[in-house]
């Protein structure tokens, strides 16, 4: 009984030394001398002027968030999609509500300049 377990555990093991034995090496045969151009802004381009701590605009936040359901829409298409000839009529009226829902709140945002950014 417990023979059948053996190979997880094999593998077990070898994940965790190659989790412990890899940095370490890496640790110690790599230098540690910070290059210049590793040390430099590589995200904005120019220098950190001010607190790390400062507040983003709220529609930074509205962007990632209508970029989030919109994304999670296409991945309710997809099963969809797949099962379309299976689930029949009520599988597409659903779809259907589903979108309507969406699309009249993607309208309403556009109305209300969410997704312009000044």
Same mark, same amino acid.
């Given at each position: 009984m417990l023979a059948n377990y053996f190979p997880i555990f094999v593998f077990i093991i070898i994940g965790l030394m190659m989790g412990i034995v890899?940095?370490?090496i890496?640790?110690?045969?790599? *230098?540690?001398? $910070?290059?210049?151009? *590793?040390?430099? $802004?590589?995200?904005c381009g120019f220098e950190a002027f001010e607190d790390a701590h400062m507040k983003f605009d709220v529609r930074y936040y509205l962007i990632?968030?209508?970029?989030?359901?919109?994304?999670l829409e296409i991945a309710f298409l997809f099963p969809w999609a797949v099962v379309f000839k299976d689930i029949?009529?009520?599988g597409f009226v659903a779809m259907m509500i589903f979108l309507a829902i969406l699309v009249i709140g993607f309208i309403?945002?556009?109305?209300?300049?969410?997704?312009e950014w000044e």
């Open positions: 890899l940095p370490t890496g640790y110690f045969l790599g *230098k540690r001398e $910070p290059d210049p151009e *590793k040390n430099s $802004p590589y995200e990632a968030i209508l970029f989030i359901i919109f994304d029949g009529m009520f309403y945002e556009w109305k209300k300049g969410a997704l």
